[in-house]
């Protein structure tokens, strides 16, 4: 059973509040007030949407306007070596739960008609917030789910409350074309929707729907509260968005390169809506989170990045992710931070920052430091990815794991040769060590990560 203590930022704020209360500048109450309202967290997972493809990292020449995701990072930190799973639904389980996928048998995206999806012993945000918290936080999910819901024998669209959020509406799964009733293919402006176990079909643009309930949510809960907001775009199908959330005038018969640009960008300008929705106080007792849960699809990437592997792979392409985090505990806005970060260290982020005094694995670790500090040195010594198929506990057709540190890269196939890179000389990842080893430097860096991978696979399911 989680402990309850006071998170130590409300502490220093207290005693900052004390000291104004005993000069005689404010009253008690102020303090009283101050204690009562821990940061609301709002958590926004775009979907399929690299580093390549999020202006503010400047790593392509001509990325999708993002100024809404640049001006996030402005007010608050960026991390430049956040890593996430290669596909969808385990890194969203992952963020949720601060563990890997090996431990619930979620190592690819779930299928429609499969049996398996997110256990629902799994102790999830909203189930930490609960216990530890005492209840002190309201919360609800908006947008994708992707973590069950739609297999055979599954509990269907209550799933997402069933794993522990008060409040759900949104795309069960990807918004892939089969026919409606009535005739009509599913698409970003007709898709099935469900809200608290009811089914409907939605005719909104999916990206505004998402923003529109996120909204709602805000209005309706009460303080402090935690949100996820996880949106379909930028994943296929790849339609022309509406025209005031293209500024570009891209239309389906553009390229499909231009046509997920331009749903890149109504991310960005419904990220802005809903920051504008907030008001700069509920912004200033708010902590925001953005980030990407896996690479750019290689079929949409463009410039010097074409070609390149992404999404699906274990190459930086495809589990290097965005990862923006603004608010309350950021001390020098405008930070960037080298520190390495698994998509798992939101859950013990989101604990502390709740106030949630927990024994969490070393699968996750909080990011919190690196908001007061970002020239920290990394709080990880390596991060973890995997992608296995079938989902399930095995056995599996497929298995591929990655393991790395700050300089060198190790991944394994199971009944394939491994593959070793130097980051540091090699960033493309075009040489592979493990083929010859060429000094023995990359000979050891191989002995350690592989222990480290062992180290990492030892924890029981």
């Given at each position: 059973?989680?402990r309850?203590?006071?998170?130590?930022l409300?502490?220093?704020?207290?005693?900052?509040?004390?000291?104004?209360?005993?000069?005689?500048?404010?009253s008690?109450g102020?303090?009283?007030?101050?204690?009562?309202?821990?940061?609301?967290?709002?958590?926004?997972?775009?979907?399929?949407?690299g580093?390549?493809?999020t202006?503010?990292?400047?790593?392509?020449?001509?990325p999708?306007p993002?100024?809404?995701?640049t001006?996030?990072a402005?007010?608050?930190v960026?991390?430049?070596?956040?890593f996430?799973?290669?596909?969808?639904?385990?890194?969203?389980?992952g963020?949720?739960?601060?563990?890997?996928?090996?431990?619930y048998?979620?190592g690819?995206?779930?299928?429609?008609?499969?049996?398996?999806?997110?256990?629902?012993?799994?102790?999830t945000?909203?189930?930490?917030?609960?216990?530890?918290?005492?209840?002190?936080y309201?919360?609800?999910?908006?947008?994708?789910?992707?973590?069950?819901?739609?297999?055979?024998?599954?509990?269907?669209?209550?799933?997402?409350?069933?794993?522990g959020?008060?409040?759900?509406a949104?795309?069960?799964?990807?918004l892939?074309?089969?026919?409606?009733?009535?005739?009509?293919e599913?698409?970003?402006?007709?898709?099935?929707?469900?809200?608290?176990?009811?089914?409907?079909?939605?005719?909104?643009?999916?990206?505004?729907?998402?923003?529109?309930?996120?909204?709602?949510?805000i209005?309706?809960?009460?303080?402090?509260?935690?949100?996820?907001?996880?949106?379909?775009?930028?994943?296929?199908?790849?339609?022309?968005?509406?025209?005031?959330?293209?500024?570009?005038?891209?239309?389906?018969?553009?390229p499909?390169s231009?046509?997920?640009?331009?749903?890149?960008?109504?991310?960005?300008?419904?990220?802005?809506?809903?920051?504008?929705?907030m008001?700069?106080?509920?912004?200033?007792?708010?902590?925001?989170?953005?980030?990407?849960?896996?690479?750019?699809?290689?079929?949409?990437?463009?410039?010097r990045?074409?070609g390149?592997?992404?999404?699906?792979?274990?190459?930086?392409?495809?589990?290097?992710?965005?990862?923006?985090?603004?608010?309350?505990?950021?001390?020098l806005?405008?930070?960037?931070?080298?520190?390495?970060?698994?998509?798992?260290?939101?859950?013990?982020t989101v604990?502390?920052i709740?106030?949630?005094?927990l024994?969490?694995?070393?699968?996750?670790?909080?990011?919190?430091?690196?908001?007061d500090?970002?020239?920290?040195p990394?709080?990880?010594?390596?991060v973890f990815?995997?992608?296995?198929?079938?989902n399930?506990?095995?056995?599996?057709?497929?298995?591929?794991?990655?393991?790395?540190?700050?300089?060198?890269?190790?991944?394994?196939?199971?009944?394939?040769?491994?593959?070793?890179?130097?980051?540091?000389?090699?960033?493309?990842?075009?040489?592979?060590?493990?083929?010859?080893?060429?000094d023995?430097?990359?000979?050891d860096?191989?002995?350690?990560?592989r222990?480290?991978m062992?180290?990492i696979?030892?924890?029981?399911?």
């Amino acid at each position: 059973m989680p402990r309850i203590s006071i998170n130590p930022l409300w502490v220093a704020a207290l005693q900052s509040m004390l000291l104004t209360v005993a000069a005689g500048c404010t009253s008690p109450g102020v303090v009283v007030t101050l204690l009562n309202r821990p940061s609301n967290i709002l958590v926004v997972i775009a979907d399929d949407v690299g580093v390549d493809k999020t202006a503010a990292y400047g790593e392509h020449a001509d990325p999708p306007p993002t100024p809404n995701l640049t001006a996030l990072a402005e007010r608050g930190v960026l991390f430049t070596r956040a890593f996430a799973y290669p596909k969808c639904s385990p890194t969203r389980a992952g963020v949720l739960t601060g563990r890997y996928g090996f431990h619930y048998g979620i190592g690819d995206h779930l299928l429609p008609g499969h049996r398996w999806e997110l256990s629902l012993e799994e102790v999830t945000v909203p189930r930490m917030l609960d216990e530890g918290t005492a209840g002190l936080y309201a919360h609800s999910a908006v947008g994708k789910w992707h973590l069950g819901g739609r297999g055979r024998g599954s509990i269907g669209p209550i799933h997402p409350v069933a794993s522990g959020f008060t409040y759900h509406a949104g795309a069960l799964g990807n918004l892939a074309a089969h026919v409606l009733p009535h005739g009509r293919e599913q698409s970003y402006f007709h898709f099935k929707k469900a809200e608290m176990g009811e089914l409907y079909i939605e005719h909104e643009y999916a990206t505004r729907d998402t923003t529109n309930d996120a909204i709602a949510r805000i209005q309706a809960m009460p303080e402090p509260w935690f949100l996820w907001v996880a949106c379909n775009a930028a994943h296929s199908p790849y339609h022309a968005p509406p025209p005031d959330l293209n500024s570009d005038g891209v239309t389906d018969e553009d390229p499909i390169s231009a046509r997920y640009d331009a749903m890149v960008g109504s991310i960005d300008l419904e990220m802005g809506h809903l920051f504008q929705s907030m008001g700069s106080d509920l912004l200033d007792r708010t902590v925001i989170v953005f980030m990407g849960d896996n690479g750019t699809p290689p079929e949409v990437k463009t410039g010097r990045e074409a070609g390149r592997p992404g999404k699906e792979t274990l190459y930086e392409g495809g589990i290097r992710v965005p990862l923006i985090i603004a608010g309350p505990p950021v001390r020098l806005p405008g930070g960037r931070t080298d520190g390495l970060v698994n998509h798992t260290d939101l859950f013990a982020t989101v604990a502390e920052i709740a106030g949630a005094d927990l024994e969490l694995s070393e699968e996750s670790v909080s990011l919190l430091p690196y908001l007061d500090d970002p020239d920290l040195p990394s709080l990880r010594e390596v991060v973890f990815a995997e992608r296995f198929l079938p989902n399930g506990p095995g056995p599996y057709d497929e298995v591929h794991r990655m393991v790395r540190d700050e300089r060198w890269k190790l991944i394994t196939h199971h009944g394939g040769d491994d593959e070793l890179y130097d980051l540091r000389e090699d960033p493309l990842e075009a040489k592979n060590l493990a083929s010859s080893f060429p000094d023995g430097e990359a000979q050891d860096a191989h002995t350690r990560l592989r222990m480290e991978m062992r180290a990492i696979l030892s924890v029981p399911w």
